[in-house]
């Protein structure tokens, strides 16, 4: 079955470290790759995709992620984390017209 | 410009009984879905349509029933509640399909008892 897993249920960093959450997906043909964060109480926004351009990719609010097709990983990262990127992260990726979702990153940012 | 608007926000409902959870967007899109998000699962998708007088199933669509009569508008039904059903329910709408950005409703948080 196909499948994204994310290591870590729960990551927590200090104000200003770097930010790396981990998805890995099982797909045998070169998918479409999705990160969705959601903050408290709302829906989810997209923070950026994959979409065979360009392996590194660039989203909103400084976060960026490596597509690394030899390991099948999608890693999220930020360089500096901020108090407001505390939510919760969901890495997602197409299998045909199924839409497959992570479990999910609960990210805790630390003054 | 509301984007995806859903209603209600929250509902609690006996084992058997029947309810519509309404989803509208006004951005002209072709695609829309119903997802419902369970703690430690993610967002599992339900049903999907590619436009008005199409819909299909996605990946746990047992219980649940939708229809598309317009671009606008995309109701889930539950046609007999039970307690597996209590979950936060979205819904989604993108340009034309899944691989373009989604945009999702604020939820609605359903309790079955």
């Known amino acids: 079955a196909q499948s994204v897993t994310q290591l870590g249920s729960h990551v927590s960093v200090s104000e200003g470290a770097l930010v790396l959450l981990r998805c890995n997906y099982s797909?045998?043909?070169?998918?479409?790759l999705f990160w969705y964060v959601q903050y408290p109480n709302q829906g989810l926004q997209l923070l950026l995709k994959?979409?065979?351009?360009?392996?590194l990719v660039k989203g909103i609010n400084g976060f960026e992620a490596e597509f690394k097709k030899s390991e099948t990983s999608f890693h999220l990262t930020k360089p500096s984390a901020h108090m407001s990127d505390a939510a919760e992260y969901f890495c997602?990726?197409?299998?045909?017209?199924?839409?497959?979702f992570g479990p999910g990153t609960r990210l805790s940012v630390l003054p | 410009n509301a984007g995806v608007t859903q209603t209600p926000k929250f509902q609690v409902l006996k084992t058997g009984q029947s309810m519509t959870l309404q989803c509208a967007q006004d951005m002209n899109h072709e695609y829309m879905s119903w997802y419902r998000q369970d703690p430690g699962m993610g967002l599992r998708l339900i049903h999907y349509?590619?436009?008005?007088?199409?819909?299909d199933q996605g990946e746990v669509p047992n219980g649940y029933n939708v229809s598309r009569s317009t671009t606008e508008d995309f109701p889930l039904r539950l046609l007999s509640a039970a307690p597996s059903q209590t979950s936060v329910y979205f819904c989604?709408?993108?340009?034309?399909?899944?691989?373009?950005?989604?945009?999702f409703g604020p939820g609605t948080r359903l309790t079955v008892l």
């Open positions: 349509s590619v436009g008005a007088g199409i819909t």
């Open positions: 797909s045998s043909v070169p998918p479409y």
């Open positions: 989604a709408s993108s340009y034309s399909d899944n691989t373009d950005t989604q945009y």
């Open positions: 994959y979409t065979s351009a360009a392996t």
């Open positions: 997602a990726v197409t299998y045909g017209q199924n839409f497959v």
